[in-house]
């Protein structure tokens, strides 16, 4: 049950074993547990580490345990500056990146030779290239739709060319968010892409917007947080198979348009999971929201909801009551 807090079920099961007998030696505790002493001395070693077994300082020959209330809300301080400086590596790991794709990017305009990436600046140029490769597609197009609920101008302005390419008979595949399923307007065209022939499902969360066609060229925004600023096109076959894979990855985990997944009593829905997933990440409320396709003030209401339901103090420990109750799964060693 401590494995979250770096604990392993031998090591839990020798600090719980000096708890109940705290005058045992290794010997006893090997008869307690019904394990060698090998395990033991390994398991007491783990703790020992950890801080939370050390030798008594009246008796050498006596082992004193810290008390399972210092001992836990040390395990969560240590967990927590874990967490933080895995989020620090994270950060640096996004800078890098960032300045990995600018450098790319200068080289790309400096270099005719570069191939593989087009770059599209600005909300007028995805459009238009976006109708060019409209016309192009012959068999199949695949889409993410995040956002959520989608504005009357895009659903305007999507309606002829998805019809068109239905009416051609290319095969179409579009995952929406969930929240879309709150917005009447928005339903109301997902159930008509689904009447024309096109495959809809939906899904918590999504990556990025992203468009890959005839499995020959994909289109991403290069802002995930405002999508009409720019975006890439992606023609390299090693990339698209990897966005593909993607694509069939979470195609497999959303839920159909036509049925409206509900929870076992008791248990969470599949957007309160993914704002609890996000919540344990330390995201803020409005990464929450933009994730989510719902607004600052919803996902400031389900946060709130999910800390009630779970009676967490902190959304660090939000998320490791979660992880105890089952509702995420433990991160792996």
């Not at 783990?46 to 006596?62: G, H, I, N, P």
């Not at 289109?219 to 694509?247: C, K, P, R, W, Y």
């Not at 803020?284 to 919803?298: C, H, N, Q």
């Not at 709130?304 to 799964?329: K, Y």
Request: glycine share 6%; proline share 5%; with cysteine.
């Amino acid at each position: 049950m401590l494995d979250v807090l770096g604990l392993d079920d031998v090591a839990e099961s020798v600090y719980k074993a000096i708890l109940a007998h705290p005058q045992s030696g290794v010997t006893e505790l090997c008869a307690h547990l019904g394990r060698c002493e090998q395990e033991v001395r390994t398991a007491l070693d783990r703790l020992s580490e950890m801080a939370l077994v050390r030798v008594s300082t009246e008796d050498s020959t006596q082992l004193h345990v810290v008390s399972p209330h210092v001992a836990m809300e040390y395990l969560l301080a240590r967990q927590q500056a874990e967490i933080a400086e895995h989020q620090k590596r994270l950060e640096a790991s996004r800078a890098a990146a960032a300045k990995l794709i600018i450098e790319f990017d200068g080289r790309r305009r400096t270099d005719p030779s570069a191939s593989g990436v087009q770059y599209l600046e600005g909300l007028d140029a995805i459009r238009d290239h976006l109708s060019a490769l409209h016309n192009r597609v012959a068999d199949e197009l695949l889409a993410f739709a995040p956002g959520g609920p989608q504005t009357p101008a895009n659903m305007r302005a999507s309606r002829p060319l998805n019809q068109q390419l239905l009416e051609r008979g290319v095969r179409m595949r579009t995952i929406y968010l969930e929240s879309i399923r709150s917005c009447p307007d928005t339903m109301e065209y997902a159930n008509w892409l689904a009447q024309q022939g096109c495959q809809v499902r939906t899904i918590p969360s999504l990556p990025n917007r992203m468009i890959i066609y005839d499995r020959k060229a994909a289109i991403l925004a290069t802002d995930t947080d405002n999508t009409a600023a720019g975006a890439v096109e992606v023609t390299s076959q090693g990339m698209i198979a990897s966005l593909h894979a993607l694509f069939e990855s979470v195609w497999q985990s959303a839920d159909p348009l036509e049925t409206k997944p509900k929870p076992d009593p008791g248990s969470l829905t599949r957007q309160q999971s993914e704002a609890l997933r996000l919540l344990a990440q330390g995201s803020t409320d409005e990464a929450i929201a933009k994730r989510l396709g719902v607004s600052p003030r919803t996902a400031r209401r389900i946060a709130n909801g999910l800390m009630t339901q779970l009676d967490a103090r902190s959304r660090f420990q939000a998320g490791v009551l979660a992880v105890q109750r089952g509702h995420l799964p433990a991160s792996p060693e």
